[in-house]
């Protein structure tokens, strides 16, 4: 594991350096940026979100197909969410797990969350007493807030789908939860390119939503062993991160990953990727080089 001090410098260069603008059209940002009204940014960074997985160019025909569906106003279409006469409008859509229904049953769990609760930040911090502990919990009242919403205007035997489930991962299972982490840097963070919508949620709480590429960035650096992504390593990778802006400890996940999904690194020596590369002196690729290299 490489030590915090030696990280701060060449982590500040990424940040700093990052092409925030050219990075941001192709990331799936992109859509709940295009949306200046905060009601509306918030459901459609939920919705993106919560589509989020595999290649952003991917999952994004498919938003483009829900959003296309929900007009100039996702959130005032939510609201007015009728399955009989609205769902229809998303006949086009299909992605891996999910159907036209997963998406319908979306509009009904927000539909109603927003009718009790106003905003979805509200709903957020209604299963968050601690506003100052772990992060974990309350994202974990969240997403349940949607799986045990009535959805039987769309499932009328009761029982929701698989598809449905996957778009609302649950913390306490384990699992990394990329998608709602993501969610939550977007709303959060205070700084670009994120939005810092949700002032009820300190930055300082955020957990890194580690994917695959900030894993392999993460592992390349020496932020963590693990060889599984899981919660623990996300909070493993935040802990250590923390030491350097605790305040802000998730500062650093757009560029890694960008910097992984742009081609910028390949996660092995390169002589040529590598030659630019401000994180060479803390890279575990180039370590192992140096270390052979001495004997
Ligand atoms: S030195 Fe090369 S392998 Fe290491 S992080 Fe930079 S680009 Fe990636």
Request: proline share 8%; charged share 30%.
């Amino acid at each position: 594991m490489t030590r915090a001090p030696a990280l701060r410098e060449p982590l500040e260069r990424l940040y700093r350096d990052c092409d925030y603008t050219t990075r941001v059209a192709r990331d799936a940002m992109q859509f709940p940026l295009r949306y200046p009204a905060a009601e509306d940014r918030e459901l459609v960074a939920l919705l993106t979100a919560c589509l989020a997985y595999g290649r952003v160019d991917l999952f994004g025909r498919a938003v483009e197909i829900v959003l296309a569906a929900m007009g100039p106003s996702p959130a005032r279409f939510v609201r007015e969410f009728d399955p009989r006469r609205d769902g229809p409008a998303f006949a086009g859509f299909r992605y891996r797990f999910n159907r036209p229904a997963d998406v319908a049953a979306f509009c009904v769990a927000a539909r109603d969350l927003l009718a009790r609760h106003g905003t979805l930040e509200k709903c957020f911090g209604a299963g968050d007493p601690e506003p100052a502990g772990p992060l974990g919990p309350a994202l974990d009242r969240f997403a349940r807030a949607f799986l045990a919403a009535d959805l039987r205007e769309v499932f009328p035997r009761g029982r929701m789908s698989r598809g449905y489930r996957h778009l609302f991962p649950l913390p306490s299972a384990g699992g990394p939860c990329k998608r709602l982490l993501l969610f939550l840097r977007w709303m959060v963070r205070r700084e670009p390119p994120d939005f810092g919508l949700w002032t009820s949620v300190a930055p300082a709480r955020l957990l890194v939503p580690v994917d695959t590429h900030v894993e392999n960035m993460s592992r390349a650096i020496g932020l963590t062993r693990r060889r599984s992504r899981t919660w623990r390593m996300a909070e493993e990778i935040t802990r250590r991160l923390a030491v350097l802006d605790p305040a802000d400890p998730v500062k650093y996940d757009f560029a890694l990953c960008h910097k992984r999904m742009s081609g910028d690194c390949r996660d092995r020596r390169d002589a040529a990727v590598c030659a630019p590369c401000g994180l060479r002196a803390v890279c575990r690729h180039w370590r192992a080089r140096a270390r052979t290299t001495r004997r």
